[in-house]
T-cell receptor, first 114, second 116 residues
Framework: DTGVSQNPRHKITKRGQNVTFRCDPI?????LYWYRQTLGQGPEFLTY????????KSRLLSDRFSAERPKGSFSTLEIQRTEQGDSAMYLC????????????FGQGTRLTVV | DAKTTQPTSMDCAEGRAANLPCNHS???????VYWYRQIHSQGPQYIIH???NNETNEMASLIITEDRKSSTLILPHATLRDTAVYYC?????????????????FGQGTTLQVKP
C-alpha cells in the first residue's frame, strides 16, 4: 500500500468553472476526511465519512461544495462555480475507527482559481 | 476539544535536540495529545501521541507534565529534513461506544527551522 493518494496534485481553473478532486485512502481505512489549507494556516476540517456515510460537514463547506464516497472506498470533492477564495490546498486523510490511532494524509491537491 | 498554544517559530542547530513546547491548560482527562508535522508542500505526517505517560518512538519523544497542562515534543538529533511546521493537537479519546469522528483541529503550529 502506497498510502493516501490524491489526484490531481495541481489544478488551475478559471473562476466560475467546476472542479473535482479525487482521494484514494489506505485500503482498509473506514474513515475519510477532507481538509482545506490556505497559505500560512493550519489545515481546516471540511467533512468526514465513515464508510460511505457522510457524517459531519463543517460550516466551511458551502453549498457549492459536495463530497461523496460512493462505495466506501475512494472519495471525490467537487467545487461548483469556483471563486478566487477557493484557492487553497485540499487535503485528504484516512484512518481506522474506532480507535485512538493516527490519521494518514495525502499530498494534497493545490487549487488555483484565476 | 481543548485549545493548544505553541510558539510561532523556533530554531535548532543540526544534530542538537529540538524541544517543542505546547500548552493545553484546559485539557480534559479523556483527551490525548497528538503531534503532527508538515514539511513544505506535503500533507501532515503523524509523529506521536500520548494520554498521561511519556511516549517514545523512532521519530520522537513526548513528555507530558504530571498535571497534563503542557507537553514537549523532543526530536533528539535534529536534521535539516526535520525543518517543518509542527502541530500540537488535543483530541478526545475514542471508544467503540463514542460518536467522535476523530477529526483533527489544527492551530497554526510551530515553524521549526533546523540550521546547519
Amino acid at each position: 500500500d502506497t498510502g493516501v493518494s490524491q489526484n490531481p496534485r495541481h489544478k488551475i481553473t478559471k473562476r466560475g468553472q467546476n472542479v473535482t478532486f479525487r482521494c484514494d485512502p489506505i485500503s482498509e481505512h473506514n474513515r475519510l476526511y477532507w481538509y482545506r489549507q490556505t497559505l500560512g494556516q493550519g489545515p481546516e476540517f471540511l467533512t468526514y465519512f465513515q464508510n460511505e456515510a457522510q457524517l459531519e460537514k463543517s460550516r466551511l463547506l458551502s453549498d457549492r461544495f459536495s463530497a461523496e464516497r460512493p462505495k466506501g472506498s475512494f472519495s471525490t470533492l467537487e467545487i461548483q462555480r469556483t471563486e478566487q477564495g477557493d484557492s487553497a490546498m485540499y487535503l485528504c486523510a484516512s484512518s481506522l475507527a474506532p480507535g485512538n490511532t493516527e490519521a494518514f494524509f495525502g499530498q494534497g491537491t493545490r487549487l488555483t482559481v484565476v | 476539544d481543548a485549545k493548544t498554544t505553541q510558539p510561532t517559530s523556533m530554531d535548532c542547530a543540526e544534530g542538537r535536540a529540538a524541544n517543542l513546547p505546547c500548552n493545553h491548560s484546559t485539557i480534559s482527562g479523556n483527551e490525548y495529545v497528538y503531534w503532527y508535522r508538515q514539511i513544505h508542500s506535503q500533507g501532515p505526517q503523524y509523529i506521536i501521541h500520548g494520554l498521561k505517560n511519556n511516549e517514545t518512538n523512532e521519530m520522537a519523544s513526548l513528555i507530558i507534565t504530571e498535571d497534563r497542562k503542557s507537553s514537549t515534543l523532543i526530536l533528539p538529533h535534529a536534521t535539516l529534513r526535520d525543518t517543518a511546521v509542527y502541530y500540537c493537537i488535543v483530541r478526545v479519546a475514542e471508544s467503540a461506544l463514542s460518536s467522535n469522528t476523530g477529526k483533527l483541529i489544527f492551530g497554526q503550529g510551530t515553524t521549526l527551522q533546523v540550521k546547519p
